[in-house]
Nanobody, 115 residues
Framework: QVQLVESGGGLVQAGGRLRLSCAAS????????MGWYRQPPGKQRELVAA???????NYADSVKGRFTISRDIAKNTVYLQMNSLKAEDTAVYYC?????????WGQGTQVTVSS
């Protein structure tokens, strides 16, 4: 199993920046991939960014050039740096880990962007 603990959400003005952190309970080398999803109010959860064990990353088109996913292997932590935030980025952000074919989720952290 994998436990995920997120931090770093909050309220920010449009154009601002935030960094989300997700600490995993086991080595991220053991985990197939880790990523960030978000669920805007009244909408379905969607992929924001992901990083595979080998380091390959992928992003939703809506965040390319503004968000960056990275990891600190020594800390078993994945980050999401969010720049140039827009009102439409407002959502609950969830950390995800795929481990031995199962999905694990963090508790979610609220990001609110005021316009």
């Amino acid at each position: 199993q994998v436990q995920l603990v997120e931090s770093g959400g909050g309220l920010v003005q449009a154009g601002g920046r935030l960094r989300l952190s997700c600490a995993a309970s086991r080595s991220i080398f053991d985990i197939n991939s880790m990523g960030w999803y978000r669920q805007p109010p009244g909408k379905q959860r969607e992929l924001v960014a992901a990083i595979a064990r080998g380091g390959t990353t992928n992003y939703a088109d809506s965040v390319k050039g503004r968000f960056t996913i990275s990891r600190d292997i020594a800390k078993n932590t994945v980050y999401l740096q969010m720049n140039s935030l827009k009102a439409e980025d407002t959502a609950v952000y969830y950390c995800n880990a795929v481990y031995i074919g199962d999905n694990y989720w963090g508790q979610g952290t609220q990001v609110t962007v005021s316009s």
